[in-house]
Structure formats: C-alpha cells, structure tokens
C-alpha cells in the first residue's frame, strides 16, 4: 500500500491565540478573509505512513521580509492573494512530484476530493483518482484524524513559544509566518506512521496495511504538560482551540474570470502585511553555528540517555566544519602555520 497516497488541502491561522478564538468560533473563512492570519498547507501521505511528502504552505506574499536571507525551508512556498490551492498552483505541484517519479521509476495512485482546485492532469507516473463530491471528510483519509494531529501539534508549540517569550513584542515575533512553517514541518514529522494507516483504515479506502513494522506512540508528554496559557485556556479547552480553523475555506471556488476581477484591484497596488513589516532574519556566521552546536552536544551530554542526540548532533558538526572549511577555503584564510616563510 506504499503507492497509494491521499492529500489534502486545509486553512490555518498561524498566528491565533487561545484568547482570540471567541471572535472567530464557528465562523467560515473565505479566500479574503482575516487575510493576516491566514495560510494554507497541503499534506500528502502514503497509506503505509512511510513517505510523507514535503508540507507545501501557500501564503499571500511571494518574497515576505522574514524570508529574507533564507535559502531553505523545510516546506514548499508559494503565493497567491488569496492564500489558499489554486488549480496552477496543483498543477505544477504534481508535474514537479511526476518527474521526480519518473525519475525513480515509481508509480502512485493519488486520491484527492472532486473541486476546481484539482483539475484533471495529464501525467506519467501518478494516476489521480477523484473522491465523489460531498464525500470529503467520510472517505478522505486525511480528515480522519491526520490534519487534527498536525494541528494540535502546531498550537502545543505555538503555545510553548508564547510562554517563553511573554512580552507582546516577542509573542508577535514568535508568529511570524518563517516560525509559522518551521513549527508546522516539526508537526508534520511528530505525525506517526499509526496514525496516518488507522485514518486510512477508517477512511475505507483499505482493509488492513500492517507490515509488520513497529508501531510506536506519538511522543507528546513535553507539550501535554500545558495546563494554561495567559490565564486564557486550561487543558480541557485545547480540543476547541487547536480546531479553531477547521472551516477555513483552503481551495479556490470561483471561475478564473472571477479569480481576476477578485485580484485586480489588489495586483494595482503595493503590496503589505505583516510579513513585509516583518525584520528580516540576522544571518548567523559559520563561527557562531558551530558554537551554538557545541552548547547543544554539551547540553545533552549533561542529560542521561541522550546517545541519539548526541549522534545527530555529531553529523551536524560535520557538515558544519564541511562549511567552515569551504568559507576559509573561498577566503583563503590559511592559518600562519601553513603558509611558506
């Protein structure tokens, strides 16, 4: 069951608070609406739980000032205006996994629920199968339970964040939309393997996909030790916050005329928005890195049973001397030592 995938599309406001949350509660959010806290993540899994595609978050800005300096995300970023799947943006997510497939000589069977954000697709290694319409959350496995466990998992960190930076500046800053897509790629990883198979299973979509690997528990003891968070929300109401965006409309729905009369008046003018106030990110130096990664290690070496981090952290300054050594390299910057007298 490796070949059969699901993917879905939903709508998150990244930066609510768990005292805000009464001025939205049941409301349906719409492309234009409450655009400053909006974005939309696409999650797409295998029915085995073994291979979870990269998140592909959709913004309202292409260039946001807190990417700046940023090289690398751990998701795919795009942009519309109005934050959520457009038919081209699905489009050229699948040609760019189809070569991939091709590439490794690997077919799928891709099911997605029938709206004019997916259009039928003309592809080599992915066969799109299409959920009935008004079926969506009985048959679409991601519904069952997959997108709930990567957003409870989203607002345990953001309200980790929140009690460590306290003061409202900080708490802002914390929700920028760069920290945003950093906390959900985190998210996305702590989802299990059991948890993706049973959400399939329950879907209907297969009848049994044990292989005999080792299912393992989602880890969440750290974060469920949050009672409260500003004297706003005690443990019992989490269910309802980390849900608070569940109606968010994250597919577009109109005709592409009406998409450009939608966009015009927007396209006509400067662009703005808290990711463009935004500061951009300090570039950090390979010196400061490769301290940083020394504190860590020590850290866990002050810590029993912490061998497994201390092993990635091992790789990681491997690569960071890698990066040292090729900086001194470019600059030649050769110690005294090792030059001719």
């Not at 990417?67 to 690398?72: S, Y």
């Not at 991601?142 to 607002?155: A, E, F, P, T, W």
């Not at 897509?181 to 998210?187: E, G, K, Q, R, T």
């Not at 706003?232 to 005709?255: C, G, P, Q, W």
């Amino acid at each position: 069951m490796g070949n059969i995938f699901n993917a879905d599309e939903t709508g998150i406001l990244y930066k609510m608070r768990p005292d805000k949350t009464h001025k939205i509660n049941g409301e349906t959010c719409s492309g234009g609406k409450m655009p400053k806290e909006r974005i939309t993540a696409m999650i797409c899994a295998n029915a085995s739980g073994t291979v979870k595609r990269k998140l592909l978050v959709i913004r309202k800005y292409n260039n946001p000032r807190c990417f700046k300096n940023i090289k690398t995300l751990p998701v795919d970023y795009c942009a519309n205006n109005k934050s959520w799947m457009t038919s081209q943006t699905f489009t050229d997510y699948l040609k760019k996994w189809d070569c991939e497939l091709i590439k490794a000589n690997t077919k799928i069977l891709l099911i997605v629920d029938n709206c004019p954000a997916h259009p039928q697709v003309h592809l080599h290694n992915i066969k799109l199968h299409f959920l009935p319409p008004n079926t969506k959350s009985a048959l679409q496995p991601m519904d069952q339970g997959v997108i709930n466990s990567l957003k409870q998992s989203y607002r345990k960190q953001l309200l980790m964040k929140i009690m460590d930076l306290p003061e409202e500046a900080n708490a802002k800053k914390a929700m920028s939309l760069l920290n945003a897509v950093n906390m959900l790629s985190i998210a996305w990883e702590s989802v299990s393997k059991e948890t993706i198979r049973n959400c399939f299973r329950h879907a209907g979509l297969v009848k049994d996909i044990r292989d005999g690997l080792d299912f393992e528990p989602e880890d969440d003891e750290p974060l469920g030790k949050i009672i409260k968070i500003n004297n706003a929300m005690v443990l019992s109401k989490f269910d309802e916050y980390s849900r608070i965006d569940e109606n968010i409309i994250a597919t577009e729905e109109h005709s592409d005329n009406d998409l450009i009369q939608d966009f015009l008046p927007e396209l006509l003018e400067e662009e703005s928005g808290d990711e463009n106030l935004a500061q951009p990110e300090t570039i950090i130096k390979i010196e400061d890195a490769m301290n940083y990664s020394r504190k860590l290690k020590l850290y866990f070496q002050q810590k029993e049973n912490s061998s497994d981090a201390i092993n990635l952290l091992n790789k990681l300054e491997i690569k960071l001397q890698k990066d040292f050594a090729k900086k001194a390299f470019t600059q030649k910057q050769i110690p005294d030592f090792f030059q001719k007298t």
